[in-house]
Structures are given as structure tokens and as C-alpha cells.
């Protein structure tokens, strides 16, 4: 997805406003002269003549006001030149200098956030927005530059992996900025990141949206070439998701205007997509002449982000192509450049096409090493760690903006609650003392009755810890079971049929009849959705995200993982804390049988999985709305039900079942968390 375009024109203009040369004329006509050249028809390399020249003026006449901006000048036509580093080092003593005067440089900052993400610097990108983030002057808090800051910031985690801390950021900015006209930049960056995000997660549900109101903010304001790089962005998402034509149908348009308009940027994006979208299809020569177009922009734009996925895709197509040396030469650089500097987003592309250049050069070891580590990284992302984790910054954002609405509503009601309330006071003054009787009356009889309820439940607990002891010891074997045959899945058979896919995929390099069969294209992508199942299917069985993100996000996993198009699953929930590991295992274990059951007997097309954690209550409740059964039989329930319950009560819990034929069903657990290990 593109990503830039509207900063770097932004950061190619010059400052507005007028320059103030009353003591220095000579000064302001260099800079005049420099900036029309660089903005006019003419020799725009030129210009940089005159702004080092007003420079120079400007340290002579000791006329050092004047040598920020002029900083400035010269920063950003190294920008527009795209020769990055040196647009470093001059925004940075631009910033110094704007510094220096008493002036707060949060223009300088939002150029040189950018620059940091271009070259690859992510960890300084951050550091630059934690910095301006804690030291901006509250007067300029609301400024354009200070959220494009933060978009930036994004940006820099998403390449280094962080989508949590990426989407954390691009509702931050979603919830600071204003709808003003002179912000919709920012919010179509934010969105358009979000997409992005959603994206590689596969999420489609929540892609479309996010994109559409990105399209409707660039046709507000009537920009033709951000409106035509917003279509573009649906066509990368039609890639992903596999559906070629449609990718092509936005893409060859979008790079043929990229062309006419010069638009290096949406000609990398246009181009890489459809060299990608053609080596799918087999049509390597064509998918070449794409990739060498891509490959060439991004490294004269100096992108580090672009001439990463450009190499990956050379390297793709000349492995393919049976040119292994040649791949080599394009992805070797790039993983190790990668590697070095935390770029995860794309690394694992790079893995994937080594493995099967080794795979073709009968090198099976190191095709497993790196199909092993492309898997990792695949985890990484799409795994619930990170799934989690965006879902409940989700939720935070929308239950805030929800929050903001109540609380103008609640302030309406305020006033007349406490009319309310004085009426109240009066009539309850009169029943309080007839109410403290009767529950005095009261207290005696039930503290009565409560003796003896207490003596029958103490003879009932001591028959039933047996029961729950051994109950416990028969879920315990069941549980090392499942991590037995998950750990067999995920470290036997999954690295198996990767390697099966491997050797296939080599082999229209030998039997050249296989190069355009479909029947051997559609055998490979069984066995990527065969292996995939499996992989799901091992961290189902061992929850290792459970572990490591507690319970809220490896249910998330779950449900994501089990729901298809004929069910949705809605999952909310509240801040759940981390529990003791036991306790977390048998309650995701609980979940985990109420949604199979609503899978295999429900029939239903919608699901709630909702869990709510409140000062030592958590309460789960699954729904359904499936074909239901009646409750009035004289036995009901199956072995699978007497056994939810046999482990809720293990666990000192209470069930509630309630169900009726064509009506869904509806179950509601309680338990009262006595230690939480956070």
C-alpha cells in the first residue's frame, strides 16, 4: 500500500510567509531566485547554487536570523533530489537553529521523521515522536505537522513489526485531530495505515471500511492524484486477497496516469503490484519487465522500505525463472540489510523465495532454515499476539468516542437526576424506619437458617473435593495429550509439507510441461491451504499465546481462527488481567468447547463471546443464534454439557444455561478471581 506520496510534496515546498530582508535584500533574492527555479521550468538543480549562496551572505553579514529557514531551503530541495542523508543532516541544524531562536522546529521534526523511516533509522523515527510528543509547546499541540509526526512514528513501527503499537498510534491520531479541511492528510494517512494493518492480518471485514472513508476524505478535497493513489490502495487489497483481476483492473490505469504525471512513487507502487500479480499467474517475462520498472524507482527514490520489496520481487521472479544465481545477487542484500536494521514487514518474503531457490539447488537444509524462519515471522504478525493486542486498541478507541457521547448525555441528565434525588430524600426518610425493622425481624430468622445451611454444605463440600481432585487429574492428562500432538503438528508434519511444497515447486524447472499447467498451480495452493490448517490447527491445540498474551488475546486468536463465512463471531471484551496459568488454561479450555459446540450443532450464522473482568468477578457469556433445544426434558443435557459444568465447578464457578428450540442458545459463566498475578 503507498505510502508518502502527500509528505514528500509537502516537504519538497518551501515555507509561507514572507522572508524579512530589511537588512539583508542580497539574502532574500538568492533564496527568491533558488525557490522559483526549484518550483518553475527551468534548471531546478540550480537552485541549491543559490540558497548555499544565501548561506554564505547570511554567515558574512553576520545575519544569522536568516539561516533556519535558509536551513530549510536547502534541506528540502535535497528532499525533492532524494538524496536523504544529506536532507538529514541539513533539517537536523535547521531544527537546532529554529531551537537556538526560541522557535519551536515541529516542521523540522515532521521532515526529518520521515527521512529517518526512508533510510531505514525506525528507532530514531520513534525517538523523534516521543520527544515531540512530550516537549511540544501546548499552543502548537493541535498543529498539522505535530500528528504527521506521529503517522511517521507509525510507519517506522509497522516496519519494525509493531502493528499493536502502530495501530495504538494511529488511533491516537484518529482521536486528537480535528475534521478540519487542512487535516484530512492526516486522517487518510491514518486510515490508509489502519488498512494496511488489517490487511496483512487478513481481517477484509475491517480493511473495506477504513479504506472507503480514506477515499471519501481524498474526494473532499479534490485532489486528483491523491484520489487516483487511494483507488490504487483497493487494487493492492484485491492482491492480497488473491483476486488478480481486479488487482490489474486499478492497477494498469493507476500506473499509466503515474506515468503522465510523473509520479515515481505510485509507479513503484503500481508496478511492483503488477509484477507480482503476473508472477502469480506464470506470465514471468511480463512479471519481470514490472519487477525491473519497481526495482528502479525504488532505488532512485533512495526508499528503503521500496527497495526491499523490489528486491524481494526481482528475486522472485528470477527464481521462477530458474536463475538462482541472479535471485541470489537481489535477495541476499536485501534480507541481510533487513536483518540488520528490524525490518520485519516484507523479511519474510525474502525468506520464503531462499527456500526455494535452496530447495532448488538440492540444498535442503538451508531451505528448511529459512521456510522455518519465514514462519516464525508469518507468526508474528498474523498470530494472536499481535491480533489481540489490535483488537483491544480497537475497542479503547471506539469505546472512548462511545464515552464522549455518554458524557454529554449524562450532563443533560444531571440536573434532572438531583431534582430527582431531593424529592426522594423526603419519602425515603418516611419508609426508613419501618424498612430498618423489618430487616432487623428478618436478620434473625435468616442468620438462623444459615447456621444450618452452613452445616449441610460444609458435609456436601467434602464429598464433592474428591470428585473435583480427581476431575482435575483427568483434565491434566487430557491437556498434555493436546500439547503432545501439537507440538508433533506444528514441529513434524507442518515442516514436512512445507518441505513436500518445496521440491514441488521446483519442478517445472525440470518438467517444463508444468510451467503453465493450472491443475499443478491449484496442487500448490491445496497444499499452502492444507499446511496453513495444520498450523492453525496446532496452536488451537497448544495455546502458546495464552502464555505469553494472557486470555483475552488467545481467545481473540481462536475465535478468528474457527469463524468462516457462514458464522460470525463477535468477541468484546473489557481490560482482562492476567490470571493464575492454571485458571487461564481451563477457562480458554471452557470457551473453547461452548464455541465448537455452537460450530457443530447450532447451525447459526452469528455468535457473541464476551468476557467482562470487574473487581474479582469475570463473567463469560456465549451466544448463539441457532436452532436452539427445549430444557423441560428430563435430561437434556449430553456428556459434553455435564462435563462444562463439572470443569466450571472445578474451578469454584457457576454455569447458567438457558435455551429454547429456534431461539439460539445463551451460557453465562461466573468466577470469582480470589489472586490475579498482575
Avoid at 11 to 33: E, F, K, N, Q, T
Avoid at 495 to 518: C, D, I, Q, T
Wanted: proline share 2%.
Amino acid at each position: 500500500m503507498t505510502n508518502g506520496q502527500e509528505l514528500f510534496s509537502r516537504l519538497g515546498s518551501l515555507p509561507d510567509g514572507p522572508l524579512d530582508y530589511v537588512d539583508s535584500v542580497a539574502i532574500y533574492r538568492m533564496l527568491d531566485r533558488g525557490y522559483k527555479l526549484q518550483n518553475g521550468s527551468g534548471n531546478r538543480d540550480s537552485a541549491i547554487v543559490y540558497y548555499k549562496a544565501a548561506l554564505r551572505e547570511s554567515q558574512l553579514r553576520n545575519q544569522h536570523r536568516h539561516r533556519a529557514r535558509i536551513l530549510t531551503y536547502i534541506g528540502s530541495w535535497y528532499i525533492a533530489k532524494a538524496d536523504y542523508p544529506s536532507a538529514i543532516r541539513f533539517m537536523s541544524l535547521s531544527a537546532e537553529a529554529y531551537r537556538q531562536k526560541g522557535e519551536y522546529p515541529f516542521k523540522q521534526y515532521f521532515s526529518l521523521s520521515g527521512l529517518y523511516v526512508q533510510v531505514g533509522a525506525y528507532d530514531q523515527s520513534i525517538a523523534l515522536y516521543q520527544k515531540v510528543a512530550v516537549q511540544t509547546p501546548r499552543c502548537v499541540v493541535d498543529s498539522y505537522y505535530y500528528y504527521l509526526t506521529f503517522t511517521n512514528a507509525a510507519d517506522a513501527y509497522w516496519q519494525k513489526g509493531k502493528a499493536d503499537s502502530a495501530t495504538k498510534l494511529y488511533y491516537r491520531i484518529l482521536s486528537g485531530t480535528r475534521q478540519a479541511d487542512t487535516n484530512h492528510a492526516i486522517l487518510i494517512r491514518a486510515y490508509t495505515g489502519l488498512a494496511n494493518i488489517q490487511m496483512r492480518l487478513e481481517q477484509w471485514d475491517k480493511v473495506w471500511p477504513l479504506m472507503d472513508k480514506a477515499i471519501a476524505l481524498a474526494k473532499h478535497r479534490g485532489d486528483s492524484s491523491e484520489i487516483i493513489n487511494m483507488i490504487a490502495n483497493k487494487g493492492t487489497i484485491y492482491y492480497q486477497k488473491k483476486q488478480y483481476e481486479e488487482a490489474k483492473a486499478y492497477h494498469y490505469p493507476a500506473l499509466a496516469y503515474a506515468h503522465r504525471k510523473n509520479d515515481v512513487h505510485l509507479i513503484y507502487t503500481s508496478a511492483f503490484i503488477l509484477g507480482a500479480t503476473l508472477a502469480k499467474e506464470g506470465r514471468y517475462p511480463e512479471a519481470q519487465r514490472m519487477a525491473r520498472e519497481a526495482y528502479d524507482k525504488a532505488s532512485g527514490i533512495s526508499s528503503t522500505a521500496e527497495w526491499l520489496s523490489a528486491s524481494y520481487l526481482m528475486g522472485c521472479v528470477y527464481t521462477h525463472t530458474g536463475q538462482y544465481a541472479i535471485a541470489k545477487r537481489y535477495l541476499l542484500p536485501a534480507v541481510a540489510y533487513a536483518e540488520q536494521y528490524n525490518n520485519l514487514v516484507n523479511v519474510g518474503d525474502g525468506y520464503d523465495h531462499l527456500s526455494t531457490i535452496y530447495a532448488g539447488l538440492g540444498q535442503y537444509k538451508k531451505a528448511l532454515y529459512y521456510k522455518e524462519r519465514q514462519l516464525k515471522i508469518q507468526d508474528s504478525f498474523t498470530g494472536s499476539n499481535n491480533a489481540g493486542r489490535i483488537a483491544e486498541v480497537e475497542m479503547k478507541y471506539k469505546t472512548a468516542e462511545k464515552d464522549k457521547l455518554l458524557a454529554q448525555k449524562e450532563l443533560q441528565l444531571i440536573t434532572e437526576r438531583n431534582r430527582i434525588r431531593e424529592k426522594n430524600i423526603w419519602i425515603g426518610g418516611l419508609g426508613a424506619g419501618g424498612l430498618l425493622l423489618a430487616l432487623i425481624l428478618s436478620g434473625l430468622y435468616t442468620r438462623k437458617q444459615q447456621r444450618e445451611k452452613l452445616h449441610r454444605s460444609y458435609i456436601l463440600n467434602l464429598e464433592k473435593d474428591g470428585e473435583i481432585l480427581a476431575l482435575k487429574a483427568k483434565m491434566e492428562g487430557e491437556e498434555e495429550e493436546r500439547l503432545r500432538l501439537a507440538r508433533d503438528l506444528h514441529d513434524g508434519v507442518v515442516v514436512k509439507f512445507s518441505a513436500v511444497k518445496m521440491n514441488l515447486s521446483v519442478l517445472p524447472e525440470r518438467h517444463h510441461s508444468l510451467e503453465g499447467a493450472g491443475d499443478f498451480r491449484q496442487i500448490i495452493s491445496r497444499l499452502d491451504e492444507a499446511t496453513t490448517e495444520l498450523r492453525a490447527t496446532a496452536h488451537n491445540l497448544l495455546p502458546d499465546t495464552l502464555l505469553e498474551g494472557g486470555l483475552s488475546e488467545a481467545v481473540y486468536y481462536f475465535c478468528r481462527n474457527v469463524q468462516h463465512s457462514g458464522l460470525d463471531i463477535d468477541l468484546q471484551y473489557t481490560d482482562i488481567p492476567r490470571f493464575d496459568p492454571g485458571f487461564e488454561l481451563s477457562v480458554y479450555r471452557i470457551i473453547q468447547e461452548l464455541v465448537q459446540n455452537v460450530l457443530k450443532h447450532a447451525a447459526a450464522t452469528q455468535a457473541l463471546v464476551q468476557m467482562i473482568y470487574n473487581e474479582g468477578l469475570l463473567n463469560i457469556t456465549v451466544e448463539d443464534n441457532g436452532k436452539g433445544f427445549g430444557l423441560e426434558a428430563p435430561a437434556p443435557e449430553g456428556i459434553g454439557l455435564r462435563n462444562l459444568r463439572s470443569r466450571t465447578a472445578s474451578l469454584k464457578g457457576y454455569m447458567d444455561l438457558r435455551s429454547s428450540p429456534g431461539k439460539g442458545t445463551s451460557v453465562y459463566l461466573e468466577f470469582t478471581i480470589n489472586k490475579r498475578t498482575n
